[in-house]
């Protein structure tokens, strides 16, 4: 790999594993879903001291750069990362649905409870 | 049906009103089914409004759920069914919508077949009769059309108001509807599918609407109308696929 596109990745590299650990930190990006994005910060150096092994993988499926192939792995994360917090996202509406509902239901009880008992008083 | 089994079913019944923002007709349709029918309750689901719907539902003399957040009709609907599926007193269930276009005197034809236990569900239609106080835009009748088609195809009944707001059911489809595979975000053509692939009797009778009082509805805007029709198509392709809803009324 040319030394301009090592220190280009290795900038990067830092910046974005900096920029995830202050989120974690600051406890804006719980531990649980950070996980996935200091796997995807940690792929950059490890693109960089794979590389040769990229590059003979790149070669093996008949594509003539290996950033071809990065294109195709950084698609193939996306998608997958994509896909998880969609799945994610999708649990958590509906245990906000159900919490929403149930504190309808349960302050609904309460105001009957409330007016019962304010009736058997008087 | 005799009076007095009509005030016996009436008073074994709900009303679910799902309103969001509707404090300009709300108390009307209360105090209206309050006057017609003062054995039967009714309950407005309150889905997170920012005017006054809660207070006035509740000023007119209905029981109130008030959602924390506005979380769609289908979500304020499906709370409404939790409030009286766990509540043994009510056998039957009428929904109806907060604008005012349904006719509060139709509820006794809704809820008579199922007192006589000819059908789990009962759908007040539009196209029964043909007369109604108002004329439904193109791009709907063809949205309903085309779903109509799609419950024909998939279950071989021949519904003609698939989206019709106004239904009435019994424990065993209210028990259906609580579930947490219950479709919630436009409860129309999938349910249908689901309760009739399910054993369910569904059927329809005449109940002609009015004009909505606010001329709006919840699908206004192209962009909401490709987005419910999408929604509809992968809901109903889930329910086929999963084979939800086979021989639960048993």
């Known amino acids: 790999m040319p030394d301009r596109q090592i220190v280009v990745l290795g900038v990067f590299f830092v910046i974005s594993f900096a920029f995830v650990l202050r989120m974690i930190v600051n406890r804006q990006l719980r531990e649980v879903y950070a996980v996935a994005w200091v796997f995807v910060t940690l792929s950059i150096p490890a693109t960089i001291v794979l590389f040769p092994l990229f590059a003979r993988a790149s070669f093996f499926l008949g594509l003539r750069s290996p950033f071809t192939l990065a294109v195709f792995v950084g698609f193939v994360i996306s998608f997958g990362l994509l896909l998880h917090f969609s799945s994610l996202n999708s649990g958590m509406q509906k245990n906000l649905k159900n919490c929403i509902q149930k504190i309808a239901l349960l302050e609904a009880e309460m105001k009957e409870l409330s007016a019962k008992k304010a009736k058997n008083e008087s | ?250």
């Open chain 2, 1 to 250: 049906m005799a009076q007095n089994s009509i005030d016996t079913i009436l008073a074994h019944s709900i009303v679910i009103i799902p309103a969001f923002n509707e404090e300009k007709s709300i108390g009307r349709i209360v105090a209206c089914l309050r006057e017609n029918f003062p054995a039967l309750d009714v309950l407005v689901v309150n889905d997170g409004s920012m005017d006054q719907t809660a207070e006035v539902a509740a000023a007119a003399g209905a029981r109130v759920l008030s959602l924390v957040n506005n979380m769609g009709y289908g979500v304020a609907l499906q709370t409404g069914y939790k409030y009286a599926f766990a509540n043994v007193k009510y056998r039957y269930c009428v929904q109806m919508d907060g604008d005012g276009q349904h006719n509060p005197a139709d509820i006794p034809k809704l809820l008579a077949p199922l007192a006589e236990d000819r059908a789990d569900l009962v759908i007040g239609s539009r196209f029964v009769s043909g007369k109604n106080g108002y004329t439904i835009p193109f791009a709907r009748r063809a949205g309903i059309w085309f779903f109509r088609t799609l419950v024909q195809l998939f279950t071989s009944n021949k519904i003609k108001d698939i989206t019709s707001g106004l239904q009435a059911y019994n424990r065993k489809v209210l028990a259906r509807y609580t579930s947490d595979e219950m479709p919630y975000y436009y409860p129309d053509a999938d349910v249908l599918i689901l309760l009739i692939k399910g054993g369910f009797r569904v059927i329809e009778i005449s109940s002609p609407m009015n004009g909505n009082i606010h001329g709006k509805s919840m699908h206004n805007g192209v962009w909401s109308q490709v987005y419910y029709v999408t929604i509809m198509v992968l809901s109903i392709f889930v329910i086929l696929l999963r084979g939800l809803g086979k021989h639960d009324a048993r």
